[in-house]
T-cell receptor
Framework: KNEVEQSPQNLTAQEGEFITINCSYS?????LHWLQQHPGGGIVSLFM???GKKKHGRLIATINIQEKHSSLHITASHPRDSAVYIC????????FGAGTILRVKS | DAGVIQSPRHEVTEMGQEVTLRCKPI?????LFWYRQTMMRGLELLIY????????DSGMPEDRFSAKMPNASFSTLKIQPSEPRDSAVYFC????????????FGEGSRLTVL
């Protein structure tokens, strides 16, 4: 079993929909990262969390340390949100989930 | 700051050739990471440095891979000899430990070994 599991693997949404991507992990961590990778390959760090919730624009990330679970929410989704979203947990090094491929249709 | 700078962006080479990938981290960052991304295995850590010293190279696939960081502003990842299974996108990332720990990635170097 992978240490970091993401769901869903693929997600297609209509513009304006509320989107949730989930990440579960099985090990003790010091922090959790959410990354975004656009077609063309560049990777951008969206959030780093060790507890609670963070918000940046239309993006919200939450983490429940006890349940070893994090969610990334996108409100009022837009086609430009189409990307791969990757969860990564920080131990002595980052361990990555397989990613969630999001496509937002207009 | 221009961000993490990697070169080359794309490289196509033949099996057996030496490949050198380069990375310039963000100035002031103490940690530098080399990652590899493939369709089959996703993102994997190859090696990371702290203050130019290699800390964990357990992700380096085999002796054909080597990485150096001669100073705080430059690192190389070398593959010699290259093989088709080395084809991947190689990312360099850096961070400043004293801050949030947020990682800043380069644009990646796409390597194709024929």
């Amino acid at each position: 079993k992978n240490e970091v599991e993401q769901s869903p693997q693929n997600l297609t949404a209509q513009e304006g929909e509320f989107i949730t991507i989930n990440c579960s992990y099985s090990v003790g961590i010091s922090a959790l990262h959410w990354l975004q990778q656009h077609p063309g390959g560049g990777i951008v760090s969206l959030f780093m969390l060790s507890s609670g919730k963070k918000k940046h624009g239309r993006l919200i990330a939450t983490i429940n340390i006890q349940e070893k679970h994090s969610s990334l929410h996108i409100t009022a989704s837009h086609p430009r949100d189409s990307a791969v979203y990757i969860c990564a947990v920080a131990r002595n090094k980052l361990v990555f989930g397989a990613g969630t491929i999001l496509r937002v249709k207009s | 700051d221009a961000g993490v700078i990697q070169s080359p962006r794309h490289e196509v080479t033949e099996m057996g050739q030496e490949v050198t990938l380069r990375c310039k981290p963000i100035s002031g960052h103490d940690y530098l990471f080399w990652y590899r991304q493939t369709m089959m295995r996703g993102l994997e850590l190859l090696i990371y440095f702290n203050n130019n010293v290699p800390i964990d190279d357990s992700g380096m696939p085999e002796d054909r891979f080597s990485a150096k960081m001669p100073n705080a502003s430059f690192s190389t990842l070398k593959i010699q000899p290259s093989e088709p299974r080395d084809s991947a996108v190689y990312f360099c990332a850096s961070r400043w430990e004293a801050l949030t720990g947020e990682l800043f990635f380069g644009e990646g170097s796409r390597l194709t070994v024929l």
